[in-house]
C-alpha cells in the first residue's frame, strides 16, 4: 500500500475513534443529566424545610444537606470534563471527516457548533449553580451552612430568604438549560453513530487524480474480467458498453454497402 493509502487508512481510524469516544462522551452527559436532575430536585425540597428547634438536630440535618450538595457540584464538575471532551473530539472529527465518505455526514460546521454550544450551556449551568449556591449561603439559609455555622448561629429560613429568585433560579437551572443541552446531545448522537458502530467500511473519498486513475483501473478490470463473469450491476460496465457500441457501428457498416 502507498503512503496515500496509508494516510487514508490512519483518517479513517481517527475518523472512527473519535466518534466512539464521542459516544462515550454523550453517554456520559445525559447520564449525569439524569442524575442531577434528581438531586437537584431533592435539594430544591430541603431548602423549604422548616428550620429545626434544636441546634444539634438542625446541625445534622445540614450536614447531610452539604453532603448531597457536594455530589450534586461533583457531578457538574464531570459534566463540563465530559462537555469539553465532546468539543475535542468534535475538532478533531472535523478535521479527518473530508477525506472520508460518510453516508450521512458531510464536512460542515454545525458539528463544531453544536459541541461548543453544549459546552457553553453545562459550564454555564456549573457556574450558575455555584454562585447561585454562594449567594444562598451568604444570605444564611440554613441548609446551606456548615455544621459549626450552625452550633454558632441558626441560619434563616426560605420565607426570610424570598422565593421569587428560587424559583427562577430552578426554572433556568433545573429544566430550561438542561432540557437544551439533551437537545443538542440528541441532534450530536447521529454524526458520531454513523462511524462508530457501522460494520461496512465506508468508502474513502479519492482526490481528483485519484479518481481518474480508479475509473481507468476499473475499467482495465472490467473488460479482463468480462467474458468470465458478466456483471449486471456497478457503475462503469465498460464491456457491454464497448461491446455496444461495437454491435452499432457494425449496423451502421452493414447498412452503408447495401445502399
Known amino acids: 500500500m502507498d503512503r496515500s493509502g496509508l494516510a487514508d487508512d490512519k483518517k479513517l481510524r481517527t475518523v472512527k475513534l473519535c466518534c466512539r469516544w464521542g459516544l462515550v ?3 456520559l452527559l445525559g447520564t449525569i443529566i439524569a442524575a442531577q436532575a434528581v438531586t437537584g430536585g431533592l435539594l430544591s425540597v430541603r431548602l423549604f424545610e422548616r ?3 434544636s441546634t444539634g438536630e438542625a ?12 455530589l450534586h457540584s461533583v457531578l457538574g464538575q464531570i459534566s463540563v470534563l465530559g462537555a469539553v471532551g ?9 478535521v479527518n471527516v473530508g477525506d472520508v465518505d460518510a453516508y450521512h455526514t458531510r464536512f460542515s460546521w454545525s458539528q463544531l457548533a453544536k459541541a461548543m ?11 450558575g ?7 444562598l ?10 455544621e459549626q455555622d450552625m452550633l454558632r448561629e441558626p441560619g434563616i429560613t426560605m420565607e426570610a430568604f424570598g422565593q421569587t429568585p428560587f424559583y427562577t433560579f430552578v426554572a433556568l437551572h433545573g429544566v430550561v438549560l438542561p432540557l437544551l443541552a439533551v437537545v443538542v446531545i440528541i441532534f450530536m448522537w447521529p454524526p458520531f453513530h454513523e462511524f462508530a458502530l457501522e460494520k461496512k467500511r465506508p468508502k474513502l473519498k479519492p482526490t481528483a487524480f485519484k479518481d481518474l486513475s480508479a475509473i481507468l483501473e476499473s475499467g482495465e478490470e472490467a473488460e479482463s474480467e468480462a467474458e ?3 456483471t449486471s450491476q456497478g457503475p462503469l460496465n465498460w464491456a457491454r458498453m464497448r461491446a455496444k457500441l461495437e454491435r452499432e457501428a457494425g449496423a451502421d457498416d452493414e447498412s452503408d454497402h447495401k445502399e
Do not use: K
Request: with cysteine; aromatic share 8%; hydrophobic share 65%.
Open 25 to 27: 462522551c454523550l453517554a
Open 137 to 146: 449561603t451568604a444570605a444564611r439559609l440554613w441548609p446551606m451552612l456548615s
Open 59 to 70: 446541625a445534622a440535618r445540614a450536614e447531610a444537606f452539604s453532603t448531597l450538595r457536594s
Open 117 to 127: 454550544l453544549l459546552v457553553l450551556i453545562l459550564v454555564g449551568l456549573f457556574m
Open 51 to 53: 428550620l429545626p428547634a
Open 86 to 94: 465532546v468539543l475535542a473530539v468534535s475538532i478533531i472529527f472535523m
Open 129 to 135: 449553580g455555584r454562585l447561585f449556591s454562594l449567594q
Open 228 to 230: 468470465e463473469e458478466p
